[in-house]
């Protein structure tokens, strides 16, 4: 299995960043041994993600970066907040995936902010997108504010013993559910099945045209 986190933070070092790292950390510890672990960085790809979008064409870095979240058996989402929503390098990385390229692939979502009052960021913003790219999301998603980070918690980086908490939860149900899914190109009983290991879906006119109609 291959785990791929996307961080859009854009400072050095960065609390989403940091963020991403202890989520990975999380999960590839409760996947089984060997599963590849990958985090993509917005922030140096944030010039390639323009150009793709004014040529049409992905640079060498963003069509690897691009690759991996498609081949990804389970996907974390970092972004800061801005504005009461994700951030513009964030939502312009997503908006060059392939539509059908995360169906059925598992995400955990997680972002960070200033204070608290932004967490609903992860349920008016994050879980409609990934919704639209019909990506199953965990239940538990994971904000976390600047005081957060204001002392060592279990995990021994930095966050507090709640944020420690949620991220524990949250890498648990992100490896149950990568645990769950079907192997890629596995066929469903009766039906061939797509990249993403769901069976194929016979369009609407071909089944009109079976029956006749």
């Known amino acids: 299995m291959r785990l791929v986190a996307v961080s859009a933070g854009l400072s050095s070092p960065s609390s989403t960043r940091l963020l991403a790292d202890r989520l990975t950390a999380s999960a590839a510890g409760k996947l089984p041994d060997g599963t590849g672990v990958e985090v993509v960085e917005l922030r140096g790809l944030a010039l390639d993600i323009a150009k793709h979008l004014v040529t049409g064409f992905p640079p060498p870095a963003l069509g690897d970066a691009l690759d991996a979240v498609a081949d990804a058996d389970g996907l974390i989402a970092v972004t800061p907040v801005f504005n009461a929503s994700y951030s513009?390098?964030?939502?312009?990385?997503?908006?060059?995936?392939?539509?059908?390229?995360?169906?059925?692939t598992p995400v955990l979502l997680a972002a960070t902010g200033g204070t608290a009052r932004h967490s609903l960021v992860l349920e008016h913003a994050l879980r409609p997108l990934f919704a639209h790219l019909r990506a199953p999301t965990v239940p538990?998603?994971?904000y976390a504010a600047s005081e957060d980070w204001g002392s060592p918690g279990r995990d021994g980086g930095g966050a507090t013993?709640?944020?420690?908490?949620?991220?524990?939860?949250?890498?648990?149900?992100?490896?149950?559910?990568?645990?769950?899914?079907?192997?890629?190109?596995?066929?469903a009983p009766g039906g061939g099945t797509g990249g993403n290991g769901l069976p194929d879906v016979v369009p609407f006119e071909q089944q009109l045209a079976r029956l006749g109609g």
């Open 88 to 104: 513009g390098l964030f939502k312009s990385f997503f908006d060059l995936v392939d539509p059908d390229a995360l169906t059925g």
């Open 161 to 187: 013993g709640d944020l420690a908490a949620r991220i524990d939860r949250a890498a648990g149900e992100l490896a149950a559910l990568m645990a769950a899914r079907p192997a890629r190109g596995t066929a």
């Open 140 to 142: 538990t998603a994971v």
